[in-house]
């Protein structure tokens, strides 16, 4: 229906000039008409009715059997969806224009034969299989092609050219024809096989995947761009045989270009890309600049083996680390690309009602996955503002915990809790008969950054000291603790303690005997433990004393390689003397203390080299003393020839029984330095 108004103005002008304006206004008002459905009811049957031929149409086709459309036409708004077990077969010509949307799902198939077909539909998405054959296709810049994992693409005896998006994320096998990229992107993230067929791009190619020339059958020439080279030279150095490795060009330009095909490793450096081609294992400690993984390909990087990346890894495969191993990237930034799986492998302790302090070097690794065979309800982590233990469970997450139905809920949880393992906050976790713990997604890499809390709240019952944080190495290989100061230092105080656990169910917890302690001075050990060093091994949770708000930060450079064989290693220093002495109880607690001298060192209290022990709940503590405070660790000023220095010793008991005292080490003593323990009590 349309209806026409007429408006006419007269005004007076001067010089009496009688001036008209008319004024034209249309108001076209159209009758809505509602799109069809069509829905195929069989072979070559439809409902409501059959569409017919040489039909240009908005509407919605469902297919789910085999069916004919000729001459056919899709319209801005129009749908076709072909489901599993539909086949639509096409003939004379078919456009899909932009607007419309063209699915084929899994199971379904489209088969574009004998015929010119012409693309602009920003929508057109293949995760079934697709025949085109026998004819030419075109998509225009507008068109949008994507074809995904899980889908088929037989091309054969076609004329192709492209000049908008065509994504491929699946292999495909294309034979006898011709295909022209001439504008737009094509983006090949599969094996794209040809073979007596020529493909050239005068456009742009992205992604991680190969193109081969089958039998030497076939040309692949580029005049365009891939990845970011331009022009004719940038196929020869990645191509292989008669594969061209699309991934090359997505590493550091620069780099020499190696492939491995399984088995012995080519010899590489910080300045080479190393393409794996075929599953290999690393054996030795190798470093690389790049790293690609073809789709498909398994690495493994065996026990107490060092695989060092200068730069980015670009992985559409699968990379194990395993337990002791390490996997180091020193990029000042993350660098890391494409879809492929990380599996991190980790020995945690075996004893049940023992915990052992856990970070992840996945990023958000869910809890549950992890530690499937544990107790949620022993899973615990520390909330820095309150300076207390909560969950990371979603909010409301019901679970049974041995065998009672728990809920837990907001009040229980920690600030953004979501069941995921947040990257760099530690995680209080009871051993696994397994041992084994794997973790698998997205590794860690380039900055990590957490939040740590100084606080006011004052001693909690349980334990000294308000500022605690528990925090942990983010990444698959061991960080320098002492780098992890310098670049935190303005925040926390430089010692770092390590949970120990006694294996007594908790019945026992005390602050001064279940930590071991480092700082860039010396270190003690707890319950029996190895001293730890300067390196925390991936996956180690440990506590940090913060001297305000703010975050630390974990970067690239804190990385090292080895030195990830056990949480607690030890490393010599031959610039400082320490003596180790321990106290036991006839009851077997034991509490061990370090005193020592160094150049660096004063006879007061000395940030990150002086470590104060907690004072409450201890059935047996043992420090040395500044001031009043008791001491982990008290290091003093170097001592010069005939000097002899004095320090008090504080014991606080709950046994009445024997004590022994014992010189567990003397480091770097040698012959000329004597220890004496003097009694001035009796």
Known sequence: MKFEFLIIKFEGMMQRILSTIVLLVLVVVSQQVNATTYVTTGNNSWSPSNPGNSLSSSDEFIINHTVTLKGFRLLNGGKITINSGGFLKTAWSLRFDLGSQVHVRAGGKLQISQLTATNYSDNFVIDGDIVTKNGTMANYQSGVITYNQGATWSFNQMSFVNYGTLILNEDADWKNGSVALSLGTTEINGRLKIKNLSLANNATIEGVGQVEVQNGNGNFASNGTINGCVGNSCIPPSTVGNTTYLAYHSTTPGNDFETSTGGNLPATSCTTT??????????????????????????????????????????????????????????????????????????????????????????????????????????????????????????????????????????????????????????????????????????????????????????????????????????????????????????????????????????????????????????????????PSKYAATGQGFWVYALQDGNVTFKNSMRVSGNNSSFFKTEANTDKTVVRISLENDSNNINQTAIGFSQSSTNGYDMALDAPKGESNSALLFGSLIDSTVYSIQAFEALADFDTYTTKLYVETGNDGNHTFSINSLENAGNHILVFLKDKTT
Do not use: H
């Open 274 to 531: 190393l393409q794996v081609l075929d599953d290999v294992t690393f054996t030795a400690d190798k470093t690389i600049g790049d790293l690609v993984v073809s789709p498909g390909v398994n690495i493994m990087v065996n026990p107490g083996v060092s695989l060092t990346v200068c730069s980015g890894i670009l992985s559409e495969g699968k990379i194990t680390v395993q337990n002791t191993a390490a996997l180091v990237q020193t990029a000042s930034s993350n660098k890391n690309e494409g879809s492929g799986t990380y599996i991190i492998k980790r020995n945690g302790g075996n004893n049940p009602i023992s915990y052992n302090s856990w970070s992840s070097p996945i990023d958000k690794a869910t809890i549950i996955d992890v530690y499937g065979n544990a107790n949620p309800c022993d899973i615990f982590c520390f909330e820095g503002p309150t300076q207390s233990w909560k969950f990371d469970y979603p909010v409301n997450y019901q679970t049974s915990c041995n065998g009672n139905q728990v809920t837990f809920t907001s009040s229980m949880l920690i600030s953004g809790a979501d069941g995921k393992m947040d990257n760099a906050r530690g995680y209080f976790v009871p051993g696994d008969n397994a041992i084994t713990r794997t973790f698998s997604g997205t590794v860690n890499n380039g900055d990590v950054v957490i939040a740590v809390d100084e606080t006011s709240l004052g001693n909690n019952p349980n334990w000294n000291m308000d500022d605690w944080n528990l925090v942990g190495n983010p990444y698959p290989s061991a960080i320098d603790l002492e780098k992890f100061y310098s670049q935190n230092s303005s925040v926390i105080t430089g010692d770092y303690y390590f949970w120990v656990d006694d294996n007594s169910n908790g019945n026992t917890y005390n602050q001064s005997n279940d930590y071991a302690v480092y700082n860039q001075f010396s270190s003690i050990s707890a319950n029996g433990s190895a001293l």
